[in-house]
Structures are given as structure tokens and as C-alpha cells.
């Protein structure tokens, strides 16, 4: 834990130099409310094209919340 729970911290998604990486998403919308889960491969470094390939130990989960 740090203090950038009290602020708006930085956050960076797992993507490669071109901006995606391979993954599965899963989306539940039920009116106005929805919830998106996604599991993504990340890269060997940061912003390189090749992907590890050890998808038990290096992988990245997004879960994001919506209402209106």
C-alpha cells in the first residue's frame, strides 16, 4: 500500500509496443451497471514485442466497474 490511494495514482496496462497484447475479456451489462474482466499475456520487458510465454507466472488482470 502507498499514498497513491489518496490521490489519483498512475496506473499502466500490460501492452506491447503496439498498444495490445493477446488475452480474454468478459463483459456482464444488466441495464445501466456493467462489469468487464480481462486476463492478458504480458511482455519478457516493458513495451517490447516479445511476449512471455509463462502465462502461470507473468500475466495481467483488469477489472473495471461501470454505472449511468
Do not use: C
Amino acid at each position: 500500500m502507498n499514498w497513491a490511494l489518496m490521490a489519483n495514482p498512475a496506473w499502466d496496462y500490460a501492452a506491447n509496443t503496439r498498444g495490445y497484447m493477446p488475452g480474454a475479456m468478459v463483459e456482464y451489462m444488466r441495464g445501466k451497471t456493467g462489469a468487464r474482466f480481462a486476463m492478458t499475456m504480458v511482455p519478457l520487458e516493458a513495451n517490447q514485442l516479445t511476449i512471455d510465454p509463462n502465462f502461470d507466472k507473468a500475466h495481467s488482470l483488469n477489472l473495471e466497474f461501470e454505472t449511468g
